[in-house]
C-alpha cells in the first residue's frame, strides 16, 4: 500500500506536503490553513476550497483520520502511512537540497 501512495503522492505538491506537516499535531481544516501561513510565514496561504478538496482526498486515501468533531469541525490527524509517506519526502528533499550545495560549491570556484 505504501508504495501505491508512493507512486501517487511523490513527488509532493509543496501544499499537500505542508499540509502533513500541519497535521502531525491534530488540527482542523481552519486550523490547517493558519499552521501553514505560520510555518511559511505568509508565503503559501491556503484556501478553503482547497484545503477542504486536499482534506478529502488525503482521507480517503488513508493519509488522514478524522478522530472526532468538535464544534461542527472535523479534527484530523496524520496516519502511520502518512508519516512513513513523509519520511520518504522529506529523503527526497534531502537529497535535492545536498545536490544544490554540491552545485554551489563547483560554481563558487569558477
Request: glycine fraction near 8%.
Amino acid at each position: 500500500m505504501l508504495a501505491h501512495m508512493i507512486d501517487k503522492y511523490i513527488p509532493m505538491t509543496e501544499t499537500a506536503y505542508l499540509i502533513l506537516l500541519a497535521l502531525f499535531n491534530e488540527n482542523h481544516g481552519y486550523g490547517v490553513i493558519l499552521e501553514v501561513e505560520k510555518m511559511t510565514q505568509g508565503r503559501i496561504r491556503i484556501g478553503p476550497g482547497t484545503i477542504y478538496g486536499t482534506l478529502s482526498k488525503m482521507e480517503e486515501d488513508g493519509l488522514i483520520v478524522a478522530i472526532r468533531a468538535e464544534n461542527r469541525r472535523k479534527i484530523y490527524k496524520q496516519t502511520q502511512m502518512a508519516a512513513e509517506l513523509m519520511q520518504v519526502e522529506i529523503k527526497r528533499i534531502g537529497e535535492l537540497y545536498q545536490y544544490g550545495l554540491e552545485w554551489r560549491l563547483k560554481n563558487e570556484q569558477l
